[in-house]
């Protein structure tokens, strides 16, 4: 991941019934209340965060926007990965145990409560490890949290997600297909729009 971030906008977690997606269970202002945050955790500078903000320091006009085309801007860690930045509070936590080449492989489900009590894990030796906790959260990437509910739901049918259809389903990478072309007749003009700032 280079580290490019950018924000939802309220017509992303619109239902789309002709498609057949719902309501998100989140709504915008939820999240978009936390960006700052986020931001700030991040060492994002907030002065810019806002792209009006930015637009007016940059002194950008909004002559190029055309229909429903509008100009936005993601923003850049300058690192990352999200390990090395918060390692140091990672690695002073009292709260927070760290365990490299250690894959989870399964979950201890008490079909009763419909509460997962552990997780279970194997070490790059082989042990076989369980972790116990109030809360348990899930969350790994895209294709490595597919593929672990997957297989909790093939060895416990009766975990919540074990009848959704759609896990492991509908991944898609970044299009890249050839619309057509650009005439540079401002080369200038051209760079000043589209390169970093």
């Not at 850049?76 to 390692?87: E, G, I, K, S």
Request: with cysteine; glycine share 8%.
């Amino acid at each position: 991941w280079g580290g490019q971030l950018t924000k939802f906008v309220a017509p992303d977690l619109l239902p789309r019934e002709a498609a057949g997606y719902r309501q998100w269970p989140i709504g915008f202002s939820k999240i978009e209340t936390n960006y700052r945050r986020v931001a700030d955790l991040l060492g994002l500078d907030l002065e810019y965060f806002d792209d009006e903000q930015l637009i007016a320091k940059m002194g950008i006009s909004h002559a190029h926007e055309t229909g429903h085309c509008r100009l936005f801007f993601t923003r850049w860690l300058q690192q990352p990965n999200l390990a090395r930045y918060f390692a140091e509070e990672i690695e002073s936590s009292a709260l927070m145990c760290i365990l490299p080449e250690t894959h989870a492989n399964g979950v201890l489900f008490d079909a009763h409560s419909r509460k997962i009590q552990a997780v279970t894990a194997v070490n790059h030796q082989g042990k076989s490890l369980t972790f116990s906790g109030h809360t348990v959260i899930l969350a790994a990437g895209t294709i490595e949290i597919s593929r672990f509910l997957l297989l909790t739901a093939k060895k416990h049918p009766a975990l919540p997600w074990a009848s959704n259809q759609n896990v492991g389903r509908y991944f898609q990478d970044h299009l890249d297909i050839e619309i057509g072309g650009i005439n540079r007749e401002n080369q200038l003009g051209l760079q000043a729009l589209f390169e970093n700032i």
